[in-house]
């Protein structure tokens, strides 16, 4: 279903003016005492309500969906003060469905709805707001694929671009957001682990990569986006932006992945120590060759190198040991 843009004008004030007058003129008609005239005073004095029906305000960024007895005809937009046929019902299934900035939709915490008021007297509206909105869906507990249990949570900006698709194509087009948003979620993350692991292809190509939730977030924000709007096109929803808001191991393996991480982060340090050990190693040695200070044999040389390697990588500061007599 398309959407149709009403082209109303913004004539609600000179009909409320105009319905006012009629009173006044049907109070007088009252008072006149001749029967036409009394007769369609008091006609006008009991429905003349229903003209009211008809004034709709909205504010910038808002829009009304109408309806004429089950047939859409058209959407309303743009702020103003308007006057539609009275017998038009404004349509909107996600009225009282409320999108937590810092949870999922709380369905417990939904007023209850009794002929367009809640049970405590307040009117729910039925405009559909057309502002940028934000969708901070719970966290979630994924396998990543290496099978590892991740945290994750994501925060979605979007906004409704049809009202039409929006209002008759889903059932509520909030709710319908925020489970796509975990569909989404879920088959993206999958294809990613949590840190660069060899052999991994995470862009579907053939060939393994270094694509990583960690490393690549920006890569897994524009995919994950890409997948919810996906999913959403036939809602009427536009996500202008996905991003990674919480990111971590479950808590049943974060201690044991701390130790991995540690236990990598000591022999990527080791390995450097002891690379640059045996080079200043083969420079005191070539350096002792060149200046002739001292001519070691092969068993010397060995000694040496120990000694210089232990006092090198050794993690504790070296103990001299002064040797007073001859070399040999």
Request: proline share 3%; aromatic share 6%.
């Amino acid at each position: 279903m398309e959407e149709k843009v009403l082209k109303q004008r913004s004539n609600g004030m000179p009909v409320l003016i105009g319905i006012f007058v009629l009173y006044v003129l049907a109070v007088v008609g009252l008072a006149s005492g001749q029967v036409i005239f009394a007769i369609l005073g008091m006609i006008w004095l009991v429905f003349g309500w229903i003209m009211f029906l008809g004034l709709k305000v909205l504010k910038p960024q808002e829009a009304l969906v109408l309806t004429l007895f089950g047939k859409y005809i058209g959407t309303l937009k743009g702020d103003g003060f308007y006057f539609v046929n009275p017998f038009v019902s404004a349509v909107n299934p996600a009225a009282r469905t409320q999108l937590s900035q810092s949870g999922d939709v709380k369905a417990d915490s939904l007023p209850i709805v009794l002929n367009g008021q809640s049970a405590g007297g307040q009117v729910v509206s039925k405009k559909i707001s057309l502002k940028v909105m934000t969708l901070n869906n719970a966290r979630q507990k994924i396998n990543d694929v290496l099978g590892n249990p991740v945290e994750i949570g994501i925060a979605v900006t979007w906004r409704v671009t049809d009202t039409a698709k929006a209002v008759f194509n889903v059932d509520n087009y909030k709710e319908y957001l925020s489970l796509m948003c975990d569909t989404a979620l879920r088959d993206i993350v999958r294809l990613y682990p949590y840190d660069m692991a060899p052999g991994i292809d995470t862009t579907g190509d053939g060939l393994p990569d270094d694509g990583s939730l960690r490393g690549s977030s920006t890569v897994v924000a524009d995919r994950i986006k890409g997948e919810i709007q996906k999913k959403v096109d036939n809602a009427g929803i536009e996500v202008l932006e996905a991003r990674i808001t919480y990111l971590a191991y479950a808590p049943e393996i974060a201690a044991v992945m701390l130790q991995r991480q540690q236990a990598s982060a000591i022999i990527d340090a080791r390995k450097m120590i002891v690379d640059g050990a045996v080079g200043m190693v083969e420079m005191a040695l070539d350096r002792l060759k060149e200046n002739g200070t001292v001519d070691l044999d092969e068993e010397r040389k060995a000694a040496m190198v120990s000694n210089l390697l232990v006092v090198l990588c050794g993690n504790h500061d070296a103990q001299p040991v002064v040797n007073s007599g001859s070399l040999y």
